[in-house]
């Protein structure tokens, strides 16, 4: 059996965990077994019934008061106990924070491997031959594990396409009845939630990087006199036309740590080795000149655009198209260019 | 307090890879402290100036190592040990967090044990919350602060960030607790402390000495390890008399390729 974990966020299913859910699907086909998604938390019996429409012939819900938010160890208990009476060959997960975590804690327990963010795999009779990044992308490596069971996989978002999802479903939910021990942490809440549309899952992104504070003509308000204050407002500017590029198209915003250290924009907007791996299919990048650490970051997007005032620039040596000039006369013009366009369909 | 931080030594981020002989190669690039271990290091030692307290720095890895945990010591940490053993050549992260977690029970008891986010050479990113596992111990991943740490109740609050925004948690001590790049920012090494790490003798930790003699086969293997693709990535550079005629042909190029 491969069991596919479901991970979610208030109330909805990360999107990558269909994607990790059709890998699964195929596994299934290509080892003769069936797909069985499993959906921990409390109240979500709706993200089962996504479940059933995106493919699984089985879905199992543990929904109790205890697993209302994500806590790695009764998580992984719970996911342990599971495979443990289910038996599993192949245990998937998307590749988030909170799985990756636990993914790795459900390794310790079975005593067994553990491939994160896996980006390619062939299937050799019933051992799954991965392929995932190294060195922060610059290489890849097969890994395998040949004796041990489960083959426990974290599936990278948008590597793998989404199943279609069918109304029609004949699968069934079924519900589980664990006994967990006593969690030991306690959450208290959440805390500068982010808003837009998340990096990971975006089809597009539009980044700005140290490039957005360079416009020497904007002249800051008379009260902003402090230099670094003068700077973030000239950033702002840019990263205000950057966004609106970015919603004509339905992108996220992305930035280089420059951007980010310099504190033009927040952390959660950072793409890069320390920041977000994205690979979307189509990336942006404004005023970043293309560090092998941004590059970790998304030079697995599918078409890269630099748009940058220095021909030397690095970033043009990935990119697919490139526009040599400033990023304050180019930007508007390409949102109004494009607007227009989509308007008319 | 009695405070762990756990450190990896890894390539340069900057380091040029290529494939020699069927292995990764990195020419003459240095080898460094993982980034991301030197805030954990400054969170180490964050807390002890606060509690008091000692830090202990421990690394899994062969002889080459010692310089990573010289530049802990040089950084402030107090004692550094090296777990070294050619039984642990092909640990996987099963292996390591086995090791690091026996390493941590043979020292005195901590009250906190510190990792950074992930090491900039596997890209693993799960070694600190599997100790966690392995010790019975709260795992805080994650945190990007340290809300609260109370060393007489033993009660620890942090700020975990996650794709969604900051998840605030309390646990109990002893903990592990992985550190992200926004909960400080390292402090250099002082010449004091490079001239104290110079001379320090750093003690070795054999499996046997930690008490792992049979029984620690990884469970991943790694069969080939290659370069990605290049791609056909020539760049078309549009050109025009204006800004508005250029990004007219870029959106129009974008259309064509059907990338929008
Ligand atoms: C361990 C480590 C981890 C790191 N992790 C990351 C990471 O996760 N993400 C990341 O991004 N970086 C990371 N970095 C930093 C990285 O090395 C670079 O410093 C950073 O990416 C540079 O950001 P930038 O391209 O915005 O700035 P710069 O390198 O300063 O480039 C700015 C670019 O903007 C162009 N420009 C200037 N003005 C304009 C204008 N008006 N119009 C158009 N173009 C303009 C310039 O020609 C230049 O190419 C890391 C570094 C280290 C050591
Ligand atoms: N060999 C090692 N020795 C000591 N600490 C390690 C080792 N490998 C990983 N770590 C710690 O675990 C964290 C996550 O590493 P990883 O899971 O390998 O990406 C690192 O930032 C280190 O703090």
Known sequence: MVLVYIDHFDGRAIPASWEALGVGLRMAEATDSEVKALVLGNGVEAIGQAALEYGASEVLLVDLPMLEHFRPEPYTQAVAQVVEKQGAEIVLFPTTSRSRELAGMLAVDLETGLSPDIVDYEMDGEVVVTTRPIYAGKLLTKEVNKARRPQILTTRPRAFPSPEKRPDTSGTIRQLVLELDEPLTEVQGYTDSERGVSLTDADIIVSGGRGTSNNPSLEPPPEITDEKEQEIWRAQQGFELIGELAKVLGAAVGASRAAVDAGYIPYANQVGQTGKVVSPDLYIACGISGAIQHLAGMRTAKTIVAINKDPDAPIFKLARFGVVGDLFDIVPELTAALEGKLSKG | ?260
């Open chain 2, 1 to 260: 307090m009695n405070i762990v931080v756990c450190v990896k030594q890894t390539l340069d981020t900057a380091a040029t890879m290529t494939i020699v002989d069927g292995k990764a190669s990195w020419g003459d690039a240095p080898l460094v402290l993982n980034p991301w271990d030197e805030f954990a290091i400054e969170q180490a030692l964050l807390t002890k100036e606060a509690e008091g307290g000692q830090v202990t720095a421990l690394c899994l890895g062969p002889e080459t190592a010692e310089d990573a945990l010289k530049q802990a010591l040089a950084m402030g940490c107090d004692e550094a040990i090296l777990i070294q053993d050619p039984a642990f050549e092909a640990a996987d992260s099963l292996v390591a967090s086995r090791a690091l977690a026996a390493g941590i029970q043979k020292l005195d008891p901590p009250d906190l044990v510190f990792f950074g986010k992930a090491a900039v050479d596997s890209d693993t990113g799960v070694t600190g919350p599997q100790v966690a596992r392995r010790l019975g111990w709260p795992s805080l991943n994650l945190v990007a602060a340290v809300s609260d740490l109370d060393a007489s109740a033993k009660t620890i609050t942090v700020e975990r960030l996650l794709e969604e925004g900051r998840q605030v948690v309390s646990g109990s001590l002893p903990a592990v607790v992985s550190v992200v790049k926004e909960i400080n920012e390292p402090r250099y090494p002082s010449f004091m402390g490079i001239r104290k790490a110079s001379k320090a003798e750093i003690p070795r930790w054999s499996a046997a000495d930690i008490g792992l003699d049979g029984d620690i086969q990884p469970a991943l293997t790694w069969p080939e390890i290659f370069a990605p693709e290049k791609g056909e990535t020539q760049c078309e550079i549009i050109e025009g008399s204006d800004p508005a005629a250029i990004a007219g042909k870029l959106a129009e190029r974008l259309f064509e390729e059907k990338v929008i």
